[in-house]
């Protein structure tokens, strides 16, 4: 499957994550995104050293500028369980706007055609990394990466599309 491309609509789908009762939760990527300015940011999995240092980080420190120029949800997606993604997401303590929800069997990445394989690393199938802003579920940017690059998906290209 071709990977999802500015104009096109983000596809259904359904994500999980605990919710402050610490309540497992799945989450409808429509309910999230329908009449909403979101950015998904796609990772290849938590913990992993791009990720965490960089690429997170990046859209936390700027989630309030992000904010300021309409965005209302900010995701980040991996294929992780939702275990792995919680306790991801209680590493960064300043955090207040980004969510972390897991794509556990990887099925809302594949759906998007990101699927990237990372089994000769032992990983198995993974995202590829990404940044995808929506407007009202239709795609106006599409910021995929090639390999386990981190040149084009961070936040400051989503806040120059702005």
Excluded at 82 to 93: D, E, I, L, R
Aim: net charge negative; charged share 25%; proline share 4%.
């Amino acid at each position: 499957m071709a990977p999802i491309a500015v104009g096109a609509s983000l596809p259904e789908g359904s994500l999980q994550c605990f919710d402050e009762s610490d309540q497992l939760q799945s989450v409808s990527v429509h309910g999230l995104a329908k009449g909403k300015k979101v950015v998904l940011v796609g990772v290849p999995g938590a913990f992993t050293p791009t990720c965490s240092m960089q690429h997170v980080p990046g859209f936390i420190q700027s989630a309030e500028e992000l904010k300021a120029k309409g965005v209302d949800e900010i995701v980040v997606i991996s294929v992780n369980d939702p275990f792995v993604m919680k306790a991801w997401a209680k590493t960064y303590s300043e955090n207040k706007h980004v969510k972390f929800l897991a794509d556990g069997s990887g099925k809302y990445t594949e759906a998007l055609g990101l699927e990237l394989d990372l089994s000769e690393k032992g990983l198995g199938s993974r995202s590829r990394r990404y940044a995808i802003l929506a407007d009202d579920l239709v795609v106006k940017v599409a910021n995929i990466e090639e390999g386990g690059a981190f040149t084009i998906s961070g936040a400051e290209e989503i806040l120059k599309a702005l």
